[in-house]
């Protein structure tokens, strides 16, 4: 093999070579280059050639070279085995790009179809957005695919923080996840400064690597950005491309057939809601039979009438799964010109609607329900504080009198139910014009919001049971009884109190509504009620009915919020396909259909298991988000003494949430004095060895706020009376205290904490 002779004088200096070095040799080099004429080039020496070995492996599987022993070659196109990292799933098919892109030119990288085979491949694909394969790759007469051959570790793509530098001058990347507890060396910047947010990416595979910057999110104090860091986390897509705008302005102007509707134009429809709410998916009317009980209406936007099967508005909705509703800003299932117009039932103008009537008998049970596609103009968009303050005040108009009777005809039949009843608080931010924190309080429960739920769960209700009827598909929202599992462990528990729990009996709700009313003493109710809610499963989506237990229900499915859910588009498709409400085709490249396409109508598990997911994702961000706002609440009032409850118990310390804010922090047995303590697993219990001192799940405790993290949503707290010192383990991170009236860092850098725009979330139902 023959290379350029370099003269000595032009020869680098001796020592490992870089990346860049080793490919710009390569690029240089009349033939391709192995290992042995790289090490021969920089002079490399016993340890180094091993250690240019492992660089070379490392640069082979990024994908910067082609991976072959004897002569390697800088990427041009693709090679024939790559690195490939999944960037979409598109309708089940998971599509990539190459992991290390670097071209001679600007071209963006080629998308890539996965294609998956083996079992299950038929329910989607197996693989996730962020996931790296090594694949074979393959162009075709349609572009590029690859054979997946395996699934590699996650790279950095994920991994989020901000960049610090120590006193030598060196940079760290400290990270915004609560459960990484060290920061990683920075060996690329990539333009980056000190304290800004960035995405970084590991280099190497020692057990520690560096990491190189891949991008700037800018300012992590800045306002909206403490929603940005769980949407970049959870990669939660926020942009829609230029495609779907335009298909969502076509969809939004759609003419409203008023020969195929139902015309209730007429009725005086109201949509009770939050005060900050942008989309409106409801409406509800009621109004007596004459026979003791009411004819009612729960009237849905009609969102299956702008949002057809396999336009780029439904794939789009479909990969997004629900919106997601955070304190600064909200991600949208659809493009704003559906969400929060065309779509939302806004007062006084006409409105598409799917109306669920329904037949109320006087004891509140529903006997009767059909489903029409209608034409609505709400009466009034009502929030829930002031529909209950007319009521309360006994100044409420007849419509609005007319909907709390009929709601208290169901809610004795919802207490014949008798459906799983757990006091959960929920807490709410409230930021002003500027962003800045104005509350942080628990959300006031009124019987306003019970009204709308009630009213919500029948039209549910009745929805998945029409669709039973007509032994159509059906989406069902199932919520399985708890696990013998978790039973077990709810039994050892309670016997921890002298109670028992009859593992022969059938577990029903009313079971655990009854345990917890016959607890006089709140601290106990208290203990007993996180326990049990600890024993349940997590709802999700599914085509196989297994019913719903904590509602008490057989049959179940989400109806009433096709706005910000995909599992409620879905049935309303199958609710057009079951009882013929298609409309006439749309003008235009507008799809014909409104009702499900072949693909759910044959298998509604692959959408019901992926929208069950994009859920629990949204869930997580969600209450991460809420959690970093509190901690930037209270990052300047450390010191400060609060009443907190015990929510749980480990070995190494306990966890507690602030009463007033639902703020969560760990107190490290560390801390707690001198004193050894012991964890008694089964009451979830640590107790003193010498003082019998006991600190349990449940229990009201004083503790002082020690440290409020705002990047992490992190608190720890200290015993009032004190304790040991609360230190950050491992490489500092960003850790907030009050000094000289000011929020400053713990390497001393100004802290200001500023947020922009109003929470615009709904409560969901």
Known sequence: MAFKKIPSKNRPAPGLPTRKQILDFIQNASEPAGKREISRHFGLQGAEKIQLKALLKDMAEEGLIDGKRTAFHKMGGLPRVTVLRVVDIDEGEAVAVPDTWQPDDATPPPRIRLIEKGPGKHRGSALRKGDRVLARTEESETGWRAYPMKKLELRSDQVLGVVEVDTAGKPWLAPVDRRTRNSSPISDLGGAKPGELVLGEPIGKSARPSVKVVQVLGEP??????????????????????????????????????????????????????????????????????????????????????????????????????????????????????????????????????????????????????????????????????????????????????????????????????????????????????????????????????????????????????????????????????????????????????????????????????????????????????????????AYYGPSNAGHFGLALGSYAHFTSPIRRYADLLVHRALVDAYGLEQPKPQGDIPATSGLSERDRGDLGRVSEAISAAERRAMEAERETIDRYVAAWLSARVGEVFDCRITGVQKFGFFATILSLGGDGLVPVSTLGDERFGYDEKARVLVGEQTGTAYAVGQVVRLRLAEANPLTGALKFELEEGGGRIEPRGRPQQAFAKRGGHLVGKRGRPANIRHQGKGKGKSKR
């Not at 900050?276 to 007596?288: E, G, K, L, N, Y």
């Open 221 to 538: 104090l800045a306002p909206r950005a403490f929603s940005l860091i769980a949407i970049h986390k959870h990669g939660i897509p926020n942009h829609f491309g230029q495609e779907t705008l335009e298909e969502a302005q076509l969809s939004a102007k759609l003419p409203l057939s008023h020969d195929h509707r139902e015309d209730l134009r007429h009725l005086p429809i109201v949509a009770i809601d939050p005060s900050d709410a942008r989309d409106h998916d409801d409406a509800i009317w009621a109004q007596p039979d004459g026979q003791g009980g009411f004819d009612a209406l729960v009237a849905i936007a009609d969102v299956s009438f702008y949002v057809r099967p396999g336009g780029q508005i439904d794939r789009e909705a479909r990969k997004r799964g629900n919106s997601v509703y955070f304190p600064d800003r909200v991600v949208p299932m659809l493009p704003e010109v559906l969400s929060a117009d065309v779509c939302s039932l806004r007062s006084g103008e006409d409105r598409a609607a799917m109306a669920c009537h329904l037949k109320i008998d006087a004891g509140g049970r529903v006997t009767d329900w059909r489903f029409t596609r209608a034409l609505v103009r709400i009466h009034e968009v009502i929030a829930y504080e002031d529909a209950q303050e007319r009521i309360d005040a006994d100044r409420a108009e007849e419509h609005l009198r007319n909907l709390w009777a009929a709601w208290q005809a169901l809610a004795a039949a919802r207490k014949d139910r008798d459906p799983l009843e757990l006091e959960l608080p929920e807490r709410r931010v409230r930021l002003d014009e500027k962003g800045r924190i104005t509350e942080i309080a628990i959300r006031e429960r009124l019987d306003a919001h019970r009204v709308v739920e009630d009213f919500m769960i029948a039209a549910n209700v009745a929805a998945a049971k029409a669709l039973e009827a007509k032994v159509a598909p059906v989406v069902y929202r199932i919520h399985e009884t708890p696990s013998r599992e978790k039973l077990m462990a709810l039994k050892e528990y309670l016997a921890t109190f002298g109670k028992k729990l009859a593992m022969g009996q059938v577990i029903t709700p009313g079971l655990f509504n009854r345990m917890l009313k016959d607890i006089a003493d709140e601290s106990e109710k208290a203990l007993i009620m996180e326990a049990v809610l600890r024993s349940q499963t997590q």
